[in-house]
Each structure stands twice: as C-alpha cells, then as structure tokens.
C-alpha cells in the first residue's frame, strides 16, 4: 500500500490504512527528498498520535536526520517553529476528522508547505521504497538523534504565545467576554492562555483531550455548544477551534455563526480602513460565496481566486505579494503575520478588530457581506479516486445553463476523504437546494452501480 497528498498532507485510518510501518516509509523517503538535517515533530491529542510520531522520527532518524518531537502543539506553532529553527517539520493530525484517522503533513525549512512538485517527488521515492527492499545507507555511528520534550514543556511556546499576543501592537481585550472551544484538540491549553493574557475574561468548553473525543460534536465543524454557551453566558462573541487548531469559526452574541468568508470580509475590510491591505487584495478559493466577491467589489478590494487548500492561498499570497487569504471553513493566513493558516492568531486579530470597532461581531458580519443562498452537500464514495465526475457533467452542465449567471454550481472530490462535495448558489435556497439534491442523487446512484 502506498499514500498520496491530499490537500492538506496524507491522511487515514490510524493503525489500519496509516500504519506504523508505511509511516516509518514515509519518514525514510520524505528524509531523502526534504532539504536540511533537522526535524520537529508535532502532534494533536488523538490516541494514535505518538504510535505515528515515533514511526515518523524513526524513520527519519534512519536517514541521518535529528529530531525533536515537541507534543501536543498547534499545527500553526509547529510551522513556526520550523520558520524560526528554519528546519523542516512534521505535524501528525488529521484536523477536524474524527479521532480514528489521523495524517501527516510535512513543512519545509522556513515554515512553507510542500509544493505539488516536493509532494511528486515524495510519491515516488516512497513508491519506490515500498516496492524494494531498499535499506538505508546510514551506518551505525551516523544515525540521528531523536529528543522528545513532555507535552507543554517546550520552550518555544513561551515565544510563540509572545508571537500571538504581540500581532495587535500592544492593545489588550481587556473588558471582552470570550467564549473558547478548543474542540479536545491541540488549542486546549495554548488557546485560552493567549486570551486572558491579552485580558480578556475567557470560558472555556472542550478542552479535556482523552485521545478519543477530538472534535467529538465540538470545535468548528460542530459549533451548536459553543452557540448555546455564548447566549447562556452573554458573551460579546465565542471562537471554536478544529482539532489542529489552524481553522477557527465565531460565534456573534446573538448566536449565529460567522463562518470563514465573513471572517476574512470582515478582516479584509478592517486592514483596508487602515491602509494595511497589501495591493488592497484578498485571496479566497473556489469555494467563497458569490457575496463575498460582490461586497469586496464595492469595497474596491479586489479578489484573487485559487483552487480548495490553504496551501493554494499561500501560493497566491506569496506569488503576488498579498497580506491576507483563506478558506470558507475558516483557514485564514495573514502573511505578515504567518506561514499557515492559524486559527488562534485569527481569533486574536478578530477580536482586535471587534473591539476597536465599537460594534458587535454581529454587526461586523452583517456590514461586510450579504451571503448568497448556498447548499453545500457531500456523497461518501466507495473509495478514495472513485470517479463520479462524468456522471454528473450534462447535469451540472444544464443547471448552470438555467442560472444563467445568477449563482454558482461547482462539483469537486475531497482532497482529504473519499467524497464528492457539491456546492450550489442561486438566488434563492429552494432553487439552489433543488439543484443540490439533484446532483446528490446522481452521484448516489453512480455509486450504487459500480
């Protein structure tokens, strides 16, 4: 069995697809294509977290390289440990899936994610590993070392709890009530402290990992607790976190939730007000709601459009010297500020905004966009690479011949799960959940008769 790159690293069952021994493989091939000698290793709250690290590290180790595992940590604190050691880095988590998988996603020296070519060259190396019986050339007394720090022992989460506080240029949210749900995942600890260090009065839910209860009906994919908690407690607005803590969605104190277009809107808008907005341009993926691009039109913001996956944002970002990008499920990179997507930093510079504002989160989101109806659907396949495409092109075809450019319909497989996703905009929800459910059946029926 071998592995491909997702949109965002490698990812499956833990123990079951992602074995320690095709996990030690990886190590020893991705040691052979990375560039340095270095390694850190970070790893969410899943129970198979440290089965994967240590194969990981071994298989590193193997090759010559040096690593140091660092523990439970954000994904966005692995990726700056990496720009701040400027070593490559690895972080095990399988963002917001359920515990029983888990993934790999590899950084290189300086904090950047692998690029489609790095990711090839990968593949193959490991295809070729697994199909031999090649072994290493190291020998004995060349083998890397590996260090493993306890969990919350690292010493470079001091610095970058400083990174994270210090992006609002001194000013505090002192007299905000916050809501934070850090989803049992990697934000568990690191997340409320940046909020009351900044002074703000924080309640916490789901922040008691066990290995088995990340993402667990909680965090940003599962947002309902944290809306009952913000009204329950009267908080001016709530954060919910993904597993590996790089996503964030919000909460208003009315209770309703901003999901990621509205963040970036908002953010985008505020940076503009303050001549912070590089090129004043944003860059957001195919998935944004049509709204967006209206409401960045007649703010005179202009938008840059890539393909699903922050690392594409990045690209974009990098490519034309942008400030600010990110995703729909609330991926949201500030350049100037990060590498990746951070969903801490995000809260931080949400917040910030919201204060300085005068105005409720609420308030924020209404003026920043008017959101398209949009129907957002997926249709588990039998395995991941099934092609359902073709059966539903004259369909999708048609239904974008009867919106006549009143919407949008864009039909694509995940790059983390064996699904199809669909996403429907029209000028009403009834007319874009008609054509949802269409399609939906297509693919179901496609399925069912392979």
């Not at 690029?115 to 090649?134: G, H, N």
């Not at 939730?257 to 809107?265: E, K, P, S, T």
């Not at 588990?380 to 048609?398: E, H, I, Q, R």
Request: charged share 20%; hydrophobic share 45%; proline share 4%.
């Amino acid at each position: 069995m071998s592995l491909r790159f997702g949109t965002d690293g490698v990812r499956g069952v833990a123990n079951v697809e992602l074995t320690p021994e095709l996990v030690l493989a990886l190590g020893r091939s991705a040691a052979r294509v990375l560039p340095g000698k270095s390694l850190v290793i970070g790893l969410d709250s899943r129970v198979s977290g440290p089965l994967l690290q240590n194969a990981l590290a071994a298989g590193f180790a193997s090759e010559g390289w040096d690593v140091d595992c660092v523990g439970v940590v954000p994904t966005p604190q692995v990726a700056w440990m990496s720009q701040k050691l400027n070593c490559a880095a690895a972080m095990i988590s399988a963002s917001h899936n359920p515990f029983a998988d888990n993934g790999i996603k590899f950084f290189m020296p300086g904090g950047l994610k692998l690029t489609d070519d790095i990711e090839s060259q990968l593949e193959a190396e490991l295809d070729r590993l697994l199909a031999s019986s090649a072994r290493s050339a190291v020998h004995g007394d060349q083998i890397g070392t590996i260090g493993q720090l306890p969990s919350g022992s690292d010493t470079h989460t001091p610095g970058f709890l400083d990174h994270l506080t210090g992006s609002i240029d001194g000013r505090d949210l002192s007299g905000m009530s916050i809501v934070l749900d850090c989803a049992n995942g990697a934000a568990w600890a690191i997340g409320p402290g940046v909020f009351e260090h900044l002074g703000a009065t924080v309640t916490v839910i789901h922040a008691s990992p066990d290995g088995v209860n990340i993402n667990d009906h909680c965090g940003s994919t599962y947002p309902e607790d944290l809306q009952r908690e913000v009204l329950a407690r009267g908080a001016d607005l709530g954060l919910a976190f993904d597993g590996d803590a790089d996503r964030m969605l919000a909460v208003g104190p009315d209770g309703a939730l901003v999901d990621g277009d509205h963040l970036i809107a908002i953010l985008a808008k505020d940076r503009y007000s303050r001549g912070l907005l590089a090129k004043n341009a944003v860059v957001v993926t195919v998935m944004t709601n049509l709204g967006f691009r209206l409401a960045m039109d007649v703010a005179g913001i202009d938008v840059v459009e890539t393909a699903v996956g922050d690392r594409y944002v990045l690209e974009a970002l990098d490519r034309d010297g942008l400030s600010i990008g990110g995703e729909q499920s609330g991926h949201v990179i500030f350049r100037d500020l990060a590498t990746t997507g951070d969903g801490v930093l995000t809260g931080v510079q949400l917040c910030d905004a919201v204060k300085r504002s005068g105005k409720t989160l609420t308030e924020l989101a209404g003026a920043a966009m008017t959101r398209l109806p949009q129907v957002l659907r997926g249709v588990k396949l039998p395995y991941k690479g099934f092609d359902v495409m073709p059966a539903l092109a004259d369909a999708t075809a048609a239904a974008e011949r009867r919106l006549n450019g009143m919407g949008r319909i864009l039909v694509r497989p995940s790059g983390t799960e064996p699904m199809v996703r669909v996403m429907v905009e029209a000028p009403t929800i009834e007319e874009a959940t008609a054509i949802c459910d269409h399609l939906c059946t297509l693919a179901l029926r496609a399925t069912a008769a392979q």
